[in-house]
């Protein structure tokens, strides 16, 4: 199935979802991912990013310094080890699969079709079945190929590569997964890397096998990670969760601290709705993210419509990174940050009672009273403290 690059204008439920397309909408080229330009593009490619991605195989990882010590690259890239797997089958065909290509069947479709005449129980059922298999969140919405890119990345030669998908896909299934809070506070560490790398290889577990599930009921089943299209607006219109100035999700029950993955099908589903219950307006008033990013960038000030650079989607108005200063960053460490995350008010424990209050302030009028409450929250946590603690 293949989709023409420019899908202009806004659809129904962008309001309700906090998304503002403009008339310069153009869909995002993935070959454009400043994950993908540090292969090619020289503005982004450097000594620290060869190293980067070397550092994921221990050709080069420091040695010193709390957090970047032997052990703690060796659990992070040990934490990454199922999604490396995964991703790698077919990398002899220019696919890698979850990150620049969806993920290919393993379980074909049925030959016979289950019957449904309830897409509103089948939604319950697949929820259940995604929770089952180890997913944190689940939500449904429609399919809608203004987030899908423009084009893949035929990653033998980087060059683009047709983004097809099965005819008739109706819904978008958007998983979440829930990364170690104990990890995140470790940030920036190799460390916290693990919680990353931990729960993309849970993804690629879950969403392999829930797609596999709707295949064997006799329907298309398209595992994704964090190819094929934009996993945010997806979530968001989901209903799981609302878009911060971190350009995180952020979830009622988990903040900010999650993966997400989707599953593309023609399955007949009920589909939810967003639920913004006020982030936006508490993300106007707070710029902690921004205030700690160590290269400055994390927007100050309105959502915009542009970005400073081709990483960014041209057309939708909203808070939008410099890919360019965020990855070079990471490069230089050699593993991923996520202070952003670990700083965000909302990087908290919804299940506990006084956490749960503060959300119900931070999402009222009253919510600089939360954002004071707040003010001295989100210090980094040693992390040789998590390996000293007891199991």
Not at 22 to 36: A, L, P
Not at 294 to 315: D, T
Not at 362 to 379: M, N, Y
Request: charged letters at 25%.
């Amino acid at each position: 199935m293949s989709y023409p690059k420019n899908q202009m204008g806004a659809r129904d439920g962008d309001a309700a979802a906090g998304i503002e397309v403009t008339d310069g909408f153009t869909r995002f080229t993935q070959r454009d991912d400043v994950f993908t330009r540090a292969f090619y593009d020289d503005t982004v490619r450097s000594k620290h990013t060869d190293a980067f991605f070397a550092s994921y195989r221990m050709e080069a990882a420091p040695r010193k310094g709390d957090g970047f010590t032997q052990r703690d690259f060796a659990l992070r890239n040990a934490s990454w080890l199922i999604s490396d797997v995964m991703t790698d089958r077919h990398a002899d065909e220019g696919r890698r699969e979850g990150f620049q290509a969806p993920i290919s069947y393993d379980t074909p479709v049925a030959d016979d079709a289950m019957d449904i005449d309830d897409p509103k129980a089948m939604s319950h059922e697949i929820k259940r079945v995604a929770r089952f298999f180890g997913a944190d969140l689940c939500g449904v919405t429609d399919m809608d190929d203004r987030w899908l890119y423009a084009s893949r990345v035929d990653t033998r030669d980087l060059s683009e590569a047709p983004n097809d998908l099965p005819e008739g896909m109706t819904s978008v299934i958007v998983l979440g997964h829930e990364m170690d809070a104990d990890l995140v506070a470790t940030y920036p560490s190799a460390l916290a890397g693990a919680a990353t790398g931990r729960e993309y290889s849970h993804e690629a577990a879950v969403v392999m096998q829930v797609a596999a599930y709707i295949r064997n009921l006799g329907y298309e089943a398209v595992a994704s990670m964090n190819d094929t299209g934009l996993v945010i607006p997806y979530a968001v219109k989901a209903g799981l969760g609302e878009y911060a100035r971190n350009q995180l999700v952020i979830t009622p029950e988990f903040g900010p601290r999650l993966r997400f993955s989707k599953i593309f099908t023609n399955l007949p589903l009920d589909h939810d709705k967003p639920k913004p219950k006020g982030v936006k307006a508490f993300c106007d008033i707070c710029t902690k993210c921004a205030d700690a990013c160590p290269v400055k960038a994390l927007p100050f000030g309105a959502p915009k419509e542009g970005g400073a650079n081709v990483s960014a989607i041209k057309g939708v108005k909203k808070w939008t990174s410099d890919a360019e200063k965020c990855f070079g960053f990471w490069a230089k460490m050699k593993t991923d940050c996520a202070i952003c995350m670990r700083v965000c008010p909302f990087n908290r424990d919804f299940g506990k009672w006084q956490h749960k209050i503060w959300l119900k302030i931070a999402l009222s009028p009253a919510r600089r009273i939360a954002l004071w409450l707040d003010r001295k929250r989100g210090g980094r946590i040693k992390p040789n403290t998590w390996w000293t603690q007891k199991p």
